[in-house]
């Protein structure tokens, strides 16, 4: 049986890693702005940006006075292996 809404927080995670992977290091993006370009809503984005940096928390810093995220230093790999992760569970959960 598929759990929609376990697919569903798997792309949304996706996504947000696929727009964080472009932030330069140590360089500050918008909540707005991560939301805008993954097409998800605000609070979702919030969301899901706090639940990846329990999961991972070198990825980056979130500032929730001033919602906006930092990436640092040599996340990339660190993003890939989550993006690697996320894709494979989002399959499996079709399966």
Same mark, same amino acid.
């Given at each position: ?7 569903? !927080?798997? @792309? ?7 727009? #964080? ?5 140590? /360089? %500050?993006?918008?909540? =707005? ?14 969301? !899901?940006? @706090? ?7 070198? #990825? ?5 006075? /001033? %919602?906006?995220?930092? =990436? ?24």
């Amino acid at each position: 049986m598929i759990n929609i809404s376990s697919i569903h !927080i798997e @792309r949304q995670k996706i996504a947000v890693l696929n727009i #964080l992977k472009e932030v330069p290091s140590n /360089e %500050q993006i918008s909540l =707005r702005i991560i939301s805008v370009k993954a097409k998800l809503p605000k609070q979702d984005t919030e969301i !899901i940006i @706090r639940d990846l940096l329990k999961e991972f928390r070198e #990825l980056g810093k979130y500032y929730e006075l /001033e %919602q906006t995220f930092i =990436r640092l230093d040599s996340t990339s790999s660190a993003i890939d292996d989550l993006l690697r992760k996320y894709e494979t569970t989002s399959k499996e959960l079709k399966n």
